[in-house]
């Protein structure tokens, strides 16, 4: 072997067996929970990404249960945390103080939604953003930049390495590009000042009791990208199982077009818009959507210092009685079940403040849909991954056609 490759293999070797002498001879301290922290940054990041892109996320996360306990420690997308499960966790990770549990994003979040993001704030600045963004989140929001978003969200949950050709750099690429053009918006609209009619100039024109702006240029930046991902895949995946649903489940179907109808019969033309009235009478379609989420949650696991999967109790028999039968009807009388059961939007003061938004969109969209149209899935055989959020390996291919 020539001088330069035993080198290479010596300076590829090296640190490897280093490592393992230190972890070998290093002591974990006695207080940690059980479990191991793996290789430094990877931890169990791939084997658990690997587990999500096969919708085997939960079954990683039971095994890990059943091995270690309901608290574990592990190191996932380059942070080393602590993994809590179960009811009695969702209860105390919705309703501690933020001394104990701080609001905190694994590192490839952080760096890609930023560092004044609502998901990394806390206290007073996290009440300050949670306000702005709340005071937006009732008119409509929307816009493009969609390629860009979809490259930033595959890096979100990724090992944070930013080498060329990785996921992550790809991530903070897109993550960079969508900055510059929020920047650029942030400068016209502060020209043109306009009143409140996006996200962007509602949250430049908020003022304090001093008058000055009640967000930075770069809070604005980092909660425009939160909301954008926060707000396109979430409910946009919810209405891919809906459609999957509806077209596959003919008793379902039935009873959501005869809602749909009754209130479609109540306008007096095919123009007239819905009304806040009309969507209080979709009980049942919001059911099927709770149900449907309940089964497969669009968010699986979050963040604060530890990672829960706060939705793995909504497979727990003890409270979901034969939890994989689909069955909107539990959730017509919510009395026996105990709080911080069904998670899907998340609890406490950081549950999610665009959950009447995606209500809207949710229940807007499926009332013109089976009122307007009929559509057939065009694959039989589809199933989904989380790559991190849930996605069909085909997509979900129709055939949709205008109502006679
Ligand atoms: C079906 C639709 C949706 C689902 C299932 C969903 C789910 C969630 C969950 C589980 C959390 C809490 C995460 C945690 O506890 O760490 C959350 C937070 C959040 N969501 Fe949603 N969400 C949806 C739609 C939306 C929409 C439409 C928006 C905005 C346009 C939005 C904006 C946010 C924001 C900004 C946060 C962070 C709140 C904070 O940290 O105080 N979400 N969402």
Redesign the pocket.
């Known amino acids: 072997m020539e001088h330069s490759s035993i080198l290479i293999s010596l300076s590829l070797i090296l640190p490897l067996i280093i490592f393992l002498l230190i972890t070998k001879t290093k002591k974990s301290p006695k207080n940690l929970p059980p479990g191991s922290f793996g290789i430094p940054i990877i931890g169990q990041s791939l084997d658990l990404l690997r587990a999500m892109r096969a919708n085997k996320g939960e079954d990683w996360l039971q095994d890990r249960v059943r091995k270690h306990g309901p608290i574990s420690r592990l190191n996932l997308f380059g942070t080393p945390t602590v993994f809590l499960h179960g009811h009695a966790a969702n209860k105390f990770i919705y309703t501690c103080s933020e001394k104990i549990l701080a609001?905190q994003q694994p590192s490839s979040i952080r760096r890609l939604c930023g560092e004044r993001s609502?998901?990394e704030l806390n206290g007073e600045d996290?009440k300050r953003v949670?306000g702005a963004?709340m005071s937006f989140?009732k008119p409509e929001?929307r816009d493009t930049l969609v390629k860009l978003f979809e490259h930033l969200v595959e890096g979100a949950l990724a090992v944070p390495i930013n080498l060329p050709f990785t996921r992550f750099n790809k991530s903070l690429h897109a993550r960079s590009k969508i900055r510059d053009i929020i920047l650029e918006l942030i400068q016209e609209k502060k020209q043109q000042l306009k009143q409140n009619q996006d996200l962007i100039s509602t949250l430049l024109n908020m003022r304090d009791v001093t008058n000055s702006p009640i967000l930075s240029d770069e809070e604005i930046v980092d909660n425009t990208i939160?909301?954008m991902i926060?707000?396109h895949d979430?409910?946009s995946i919810?209405l891919t199982f809906l459609i999957k649903l509806l077209a596959e489940n003919s008793e379902v179907y039935k009873n959501v077009l005869y809602e749909q109808e009754e209130i479609a019969r109540g306008k007096t033309s095919s123009n007239e818009l819905l009304t806040w009235e009309d969507l209080g009478k979709m009980k049942y379609t919001w059911r099927m959507a709770t149900e449907s989420?309940r089964i497969n949650?669009?968010?699986f696991c979050?963040?604060r210092k530890v990672i829960w999967a706060g939705c793995m109790t909504h497979m727990d028999e003890s409270i979901y009685p034969d939890p994989s039968r689909f069955d909107p009807s539990r959730f017509e009388n919510q009395g026996g079940t105990p709080p911080y059961s069904f998670v899907?939007?998340?609890g406490g003061p950081?549950?999610?403040?665009?959950y009447e938004?995606?209500r809207i969109e949710t229940l807007t969209l499926i009332h013109y849909l089976v009122t307007g149209f009929q559509w057939k899935l065009s694959l039989q055989d589809n199933f989904f991954g989380r790559d991190p959020m849930p996605v069909f390996k085909h997509g979900l291919p129709i055939r949709i056609e205008l109502k006679k």
């Open positions: 609001n609502i998901m996290h949670r963004l989140l929001a939160v909301a926060a707000g979430t409910t919810l989420m949650p669009p968010v979050s963040f899907a939007f998340g950081r549950m999610c403040p665009g938004f995606a």
